[in-house]
């Protein structure tokens, strides 16, 4: 007689992170900007980063991405300690980050803009030199970022002559386009309309299905809606973190941050 042994069980296999910060920590002089911090972000489980302003979360995202090294601790990725390496590097690891708006060429379309990013990633900068063709070997990779990012439609629109959101769609096909094995996002409903933003966040909520996903963001609805896991930074340190409805009861964190949301949630 066989039986599954809890041993060979996929139930009882430890989970693997996708991404592990041990003790990462950043200081600017006497400022502990990150301080210690431990964390875990998991496949098929979108996590968000909270806190006030000043918390550190940017600067966490910046260390998980190579932008800015870190004063100590560990980032582990992929089986392998990456802190310390350059941002070129990492992204190339499959970390990608949703750039900032100013990394669209406004006169360029959607498709131009994706395939200048999907080459960067093989090439480690950017090639001016467009395809002469529509069917090159990056063409399927563009079309299933700029579908996936919701732009299906947009194929051929003119990056500046899209709406805000749109173009924060466009960053986040270029990243995808880019082949990600995680995707880092600093604050993507940034400045949108509410309207633009309920598009994004369904967005972010089958991408999140796709990807692992790490979601700073300041709209809690969103939070709400995308993730599962939830981190909450108060001055540089975790002050709670794991699944979202039990961090959002947190006393701790009610009284930190979420006070003012006591009577809307
Ligand atoms: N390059 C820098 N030099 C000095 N201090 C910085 C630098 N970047 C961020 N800080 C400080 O680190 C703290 C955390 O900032 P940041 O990571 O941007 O927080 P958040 O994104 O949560 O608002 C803040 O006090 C900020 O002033
Ligand atoms: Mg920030």
């Known amino acids: 007689m066989t039986s599954m042994t809890a041993h060979g069980d996929p139930a009882f296999t430890a989970r693997q992170p996708v991404l592990e910060t041990r003790g990462l920590t950043k200081s600017y002089g006497g400022l502990v900007a990150v301080n210690n911090v431990d964390l875990k972000v998991f496949d ?18 910046n260390l998980l991405t190579g932008h800015i090294p870190p ?3 560990e980032i582990m990725f992929g089986g392998r300690n990456i802190a310390g390496l350059p941002a070129h590097k990492v992204a ?41 063709r529509r069917h090159d070997d990056l063409h399927d990779i563009v079309e299933d970022a700029l579908v996936r990012a919701g732009l299906g439609s ?19 096909a270029m990243v995808l386009a880019t082949g990600p094995q ?15 933003a309920e598009k994004v ?3 972010l909520v089958s991408l999140g299905k796709s990807y692992p996903l790490l979601l700073i963001e ?19 340190v975790v002050i709670a973190t794991g699944p979202v409805a039990e961090v959002r009861s947190n006393p701790m964190v009610q009284e930190a941050y979420l006070g003012d949301l006591r009577e809307k949630y």
Request: net charge neutral; aromatic share 6%.
């Open 154 to 172: 947009r194929i051929d629109a003119v990056a500046s002559k899209m709406s805000y959101g749109e173009q924060r769609q466009l960053e986040i």
């Open 71 to 73: 004063t100590a601790g």
């Open 201 to 203: 966040i369904q967005l």
């Open 44 to 61: 098929g489980e979108p996590h968000a980063i909270i806190g006030p302003n000043g918390a550190g979360k940017s600067s966490l995202i």
């Open 92 to 132: 190339r690891l499959g970390i990608g980050r949703s750039y900032q708006r100013t990394n669209i060429y406004p006169s360029l379309t959607c498709y131009e803009n994706c395939w200048l990013a999907a080459q960067a990633r093989r090439h480690h900068s950017f090639s001016f030199i467009l395809p002469a």
């Open 218 to 236: 300041h709209d809690m609805d969103a939070v709400f809606s995308i993730a599962h896991t939830m981190t909450v930074m108060v001055n540089g």
């Open 182 to 196: 995680l995707l880092a996002l600093d604050e993507p409903l940034a400045g949108m309309g509410r309207e633009e």
